[in-house]
Structure formats: structure tokens, C-alpha cells
């Protein structure tokens, strides 16, 4: 379950994670039976942000949860 306030690294093509951290900050159904979305921002501010669906930042190959 991906919720508000949980941080996450990218995973790195080759394994391991990225340095950057990503903080979520927002959870939303942009469209009733759409698919749910999280909006994540760097926790450093340089890398911006960005918007995925909910499986997206849940999937382990692609995202490992801080803490």
C-alpha cells in the first residue's frame, strides 16, 4: 500500500538503488474507476517531481521503500 509520507529509491538497471529519494506526496483517482496515482518529489528538490500509478512505485523492481 502505497500511502502519503512514505519514501522510496529508484532501483538501478544493474540492482542496487539511486541516491535520489523520493518522498510521496499526494495519492489520487484522477476519474472515478481510473487508476490510482501517486505524486512523488525528490526529498532534495533536484530531480522535481513526478506523477505514476500506484503499481508503478509499489512494483520492487522498480522502487525499494525507505525505512
Known sequence: MVEVGQRYRTVRAGGGSSSTVWEVVEVYVP?????EHARLKSVDGSAGTMTLAMSVVADKKRFVREG
Open 31 to 35: 476519474w472515478e474507476g481510473g487508476f
